[in-house]
């Protein structure tokens, strides 16, 4: 019975070193130059403004002159923009430039590959090689080439990378390619983890749940499918049956609906990731993350298949 209790103070020690370490964070912020990706809006618009005003200097990238404009109005004169379409090497391969002419000797500290699409997403049937493309490019190829290009400023920095995968990188939930973008994101943060950790580079993976993002757009995406449907072949439609359509774009609709709207959960992780002496690894951001999808992971297939098969349409026929 005297095992219990000395169990049970044994944890209580483990969760305060835990809350300790987790709570230190590194000295002179002020000095320390991050950057981010799609800052014109969601996480990145809001990460940048959070850093901003904890006096970090920022850099924040943007895919167009308006984002970037709208940004700078509303943050300090530390903060600083730039350009870049991270699908475009030649793009990536600029802003690099500028970034190295920025920090200096001081190196980047940070680098945040928050870029990211969502859309198109469909059953897989419905899709073309180049609506895998489409998103492939931006969530995982994107994070690829701004990583490669910023790691030697990185390394001078011993900083940090931090890669915004999802749990639809733990779990496939949908069509497409975007969790297909996600598994990979996962892939390269871990491989890159081993390959910089001798460095003194750390790599963290932030995997939000579902959020509302000004870059998710309802509208567009059932428009979409609609587009996506109708260029079907005949058969395919009747294989699949209206009904199959409808229930399918009535469940991405609620689903997004759903979705939570504190995108704080989520820079909160971000800003952890470069601001703490002892980051994590990987960061869970949203209850649902926590506790209904990576849970999922662990289950069975024929648990997992069971469980996911409730939100999914059945077809009208089967062959």
Known sequence: MMCIPLFAVLVVLLLIYRWH??????????????????????????????????????LSACLTEKGADNLKKETSSRLQTVILDVTNSQSVSSAAIWVAQVVGDKGLWGVVNNAGISIPTAPNEWLTKEDFYKVLNVNLLGVVDVTLQMLP?????????????????????????????????????DSLRREMNPFGVKVCIVEPGFFQTLVTDTNIQKDFCRKAWTRLPEETRRSYGQQYYDTYCSTLEKTLGRSNSNLSLVTNCMEHALTAQHPWTRYSAGLDAKIIYLPFTYFPTAITDFLIGFMTPKPSTTT
């Open 153 to 189: 400023l990185i390394r001078k920095a011993r900083g940090r990378v931090v890669n915004v995968a999802s749990v639809a990188g733990r779990l496939t939930i949908c069509g497409g390619g975007y969790c297909m973008s996600k598994y990979g994101v996962e892939s390269f943060s």
């Open 21 to 58: 370490r987790q709570n230190q964070i590194l000295p002179n912020l002020s000095d320390k130059y991050v950057l981010i990706t799609g800052c014109d809006s969601g996480f990145g618009n809001l990460l940048a403004r959070q850093l901003d005003r904890r006096g970090m200097r920022v």
